[in-house]
Each structure stands twice: as structure tokens, then as C-alpha cells.
T-cell receptor
Framework: EPEVTQTPSHQVTQMGQEVILRCVPI?????FYWYRQILGQKVEFLVS????????KSEIFDDQFSVERPDGSNFTLKIRSTKLEDSAMYFC???????????FGEGSRLTVL | SQQGEEDPQALSIQEGENATMNCSYK?????LQWYRQNSGRGLVHLIL?????REKHSGRLRVTLDTSKKSSSLLITASRAADTASYFC??????????FGTGTSLTVIP
């Protein structure tokens, strides 16, 4: 069964460093999303992406964040200069239709020291 | 904000009992979806109910939607220990953003 894959599963970084989280969405999906979940808290929307551009972004998704779909298969989230409060689980999701079922990856746990 | 709120925040039941979780949201929606999350794992889609539907079934799951009250409920019948997880509702209007609730943590005691 097709699935969304995310790498790395866990990354530890120093505050101020750049981090790139990678996602491979399901191949025939057109809509892509990044969410984050701070430990024990709710799932927060970061950004949605369609047709090679951002559809919508939340207040969390400030200038430190960027997304890219560099090669038609990968979908990356970059955090330019990490802060302690960026420590969270980051989930990538994709969907075939824009109001349809979301398929989530297993997440990338980011720890900022 | 369109974000949903689930209640209860935590629910503990015996295996075989039914579990009911509720979700409330704030604005108009295209559909409402329920997801399950095992600890430390990704979210898994359970069921989608459109704004013009009132009830939907899938196996042991029953979802209702009351758009006049902006609320939904998820019923899991004949619960099993393997149903232990967190359950989230998610709403969307345009599909550009799905709003997730705060989740209900369900524990099914064998």
C-alpha cells in the first residue's frame, strides 16, 4: 500500500542551525501539507502546497520556514535558524483531492538544544 | 479559528464497552474527518463525513454530524485493547487547511 515516508525519523540540532526535513508523498497525490505536534499537544497546521506553490500558511510558518518540491517527488520543510520552541514532531501529509483524506507520514522528531 | 475541540480529553473503558467521543467546531465546513494516532506515530484516517451527511458507518465506527450545532461524535462499538490511542477530529472548508482538535485519549482496559 502506498505510504508517505519521512526522513529523518529523529534529528537533534543546536539552536540557530538550519534543518531540512524531507517527505516523499504518495506518487499520485497533488496536495501536500506540513503539520507539527509539540509533545502531548494538538496537531498544528503549518503550510499547504499545491501546484508548486503555497496555498495557505499559518502564523507559525514565519520567515524562518520554507517549503520546496525540488524534483517532483520530494517535499521538504526547511527551518533556517532553529529555536528551542521548534522542538516538536513534524508530520508531512498528502492528499489526492483538496478536501479528501490526508495520508500522514510517521513524522520527524526534531529536538533543538 | 475553525479548530475543533474534542471531549472528553481522556476516556478509560473496559474492553467490550462502547466509546463515544465528541468534537465541536466553529465555522462552516466541507467535511469533517476523524483520525487516530498511536503514541509517537503518525495519524491514520478513520472516516470522513461530508457536511450534507448526518451519519456514517465503517465497521465498528459510527460517526454523526450535526451542522446546526457544529458538532460531531465518534462511536467505537465493542472496543478492544488495540483501540487504545488518541482520536482527533479535523475539519476543512476549502481543503487548503485542515483544522485538528485537541484530541481524546482513549484507554481500553483488557
Amino acid at each position: 500500500e502506498p505510504e508517505v515516508t519521512q526522513t529523518p525519523s529523529h534529528q537533534v540540532t543546536q539552536m540557530g542551525q538550519e534543518v531540512i526535513l524531507r517527505c516523499v508523498p504518495i506518487s499520485n497525490h497533488l496536495y501536500f501539507y506540513w503539520y507539527r505536534q509539540i509533545l502531548g499537544q494538538k496537531v498544528e497546521f503549518l503550510v499547504s502546497f499545491y501546484n508548486n506553490e503555497i496555498s495557505e500558511k499559518s502564523e507559525i510558518f514565519d520567515d524562518q520556514f520554507s517549503v520546496e518540491r525540488p524534483d517532483g517527488s520530494n517535499f521538504t520543510l526547511k527551518i533556517r535558524s532553529t529555536k528551542l520552541e521548534d522542538s516538536a514532531m513534524y508530520f508531512c501529509a498528502s492528499a489526492r483531492a483538496n478536501t479528501g483524506e490526508l495520508f500522514f507520514g510517521e513524522g520527524s522528531r526534531l529536538t533543538v538544544l | 479559528s475553525q479548530q475543533g475541540e474534542e471531549d472528553p480529553q481522556a476516556l478509560s473503558i473496559q474492553e467490550g464497552e462502547n466509546a463515544t467521543m465528541n468534537c465541536s467546531y466553529k465555522t462552516s465546513i466541507n467535511n469533517l474527518q476523524w483520525y487516530r494516532q498511536n503514541s509517537g506515530r503518525g495519524l491514520v484516517h478513520l472516516i470522513l463525513i461530508r457536511s450534507n451527511e448526518r451519519e456514517k458507518h465503517s465497521g465498528r465506527l459510527r460517526v454523526t454530524l450535526d451542522t446546526s450545532k457544529k458538532s460531531s461524535s465518534l462511536l467505537i462499538t465493542a472496543s478492544r485493547a488495540a483501540d487504545t490511542a488518541s482520536y482527533f477530529c479535523a475539519t476543512t472548508n476549502t481543503g487548503n487547511q485542515f483544522y485538528f482538535g485537541t484530541g481524546t485519549s482513549l484507554t481500553v482496559i483488557p
